[in-house]
């Protein structure tokens, strides 16, 4: 019988996204 290897599944990891901050003129 022959040995079935198993396939490590890889996480994608999620990136955050930086808010910007606008400044007013006045």
Known sequence: MKKKKKKKKKKK??????KKKKKKKK
């Open 13 to 18: 990891k999620k990136k955050k996204k930086k």
